[in-house]
């Protein structure tokens, strides 16, 4: 019963979402929503940033557990993906945004793509860069997706600031290219 009642209470927010600003969302409005006493609420959640918090990782891992890790260029279809997310869920993903401000939002995206970046990094180095019998070490891998996951993030807020009028899949797409074989080439470059 759990986790019906918390998958209502992030349905009922993500739902007002759509049409108010997250911001003006009372936890009144949350419950009076998915029809359930303030009391239910907090023995949830402390408040609604924690809400907001949870909704963002458990949207972001649902999304994730479709990405493909197996080949060195899964990173280009998980892009891909996650770019037709972004358009799919713009409204969402804007009010969020607006809601959070752009430093708190920038790291959350930098905290989930960082982990996708790894994977990918990871797959790459044990397919490409371990049969030439070299190394790279833990920390220059991380140090890597961070890399990526921050071009992204900024990219991501750009375009959520409204600085890229671009379709964030076609953005992605043009990211796609430019990158092609630029991990490939960092991950050689460091490799010892």
Known sequence: MSNFTKKAIMDSFVELAQSIPMDKITIKQVCDNCKINRNTFYYYYQDLYSLKEEIIYVKAEKLFVNLDFSSPGSWKSNLRIVGA????????????????????????IVDIVSKMAYQNIE?????????TGKKVSEKEKKRLAYFFSKLFAETTVEWLRGKSSDDPVDTLEHGIEMLDGVVELMLTNVAK
């Open 123 to 131: 797959n790459l180095y044990e397919t490409k860069i371990v049969p």
């Open 85 to 108: 997310y972004a358009r799919k869920n713009e409204i969402f993903i804007r009010n969020l945004f607006n809601s959070m401000g752009r430093d708190a939002f920038g790291d959350y």
